[in-house]
């Protein structure tokens, strides 16, 4: 029973081989200049230099994904409670939710948030 199946992996991943060879079957290999440059998050290489992005869109996509973070870790903060004790739970509730409003405050205060 064994053997049989070893013999059909076998004669699969032949004809698998054998197909990547053919030609026919096997139209996604042509080259092309698209195909042959270096993908750079939607950029050409082949062009003139890139210009670079505002700062204050990086800080806001920085600030976005701090906040999701500590978001994500909010959302189970009701199912952990009955698994620990009251006490720990709310320390850590309240510690992060802190977290969250001074980092508010922070970026409120930098000027972060206005969209210029």
């Known amino acids: 029973m064994l053997l ?5 992996v076998f004669i699969f991943s032949i004809l698998t081989l054998i197909m990547n060879i053919l030609p ?3 139209n ?7 195909k042959m440059s270096p993908f750079e998050c939607g950029f050409d290489p082949l062009s ?3 210009i670079s992005y505002s700062v204050h869109f ?3 996509a920085l600030m976005f994904l701090i906040f999701d973070i500590e978001i994500t870790l909010i959302f189970p903060s009701p199912l952990i409670k009955q698994k620990i004790m009251v006490t720990n739970w709310m ?9 969250l409003i001074v980092g508010l405050m922070l970026e409120w205060k930098e000027g972060t948030m ?3």
């Open 58 to 60: 990086f800080s806001i």
């Open 4 to 8: 049989i199946l070893f013999f059909k």
């Open 114 to 116: 206005n969209w210029k």
């Open 91 to 99: 320390m850590t509730s309240v510690t992060l939710i802190m977290l």
């Open 48 to 50: 003139k230099p890139r």
């Open 28 to 34: 996604h290999k042509q080259l092309s200049r698209e």
């Open 24 to 26: 026919i079957l096997n």
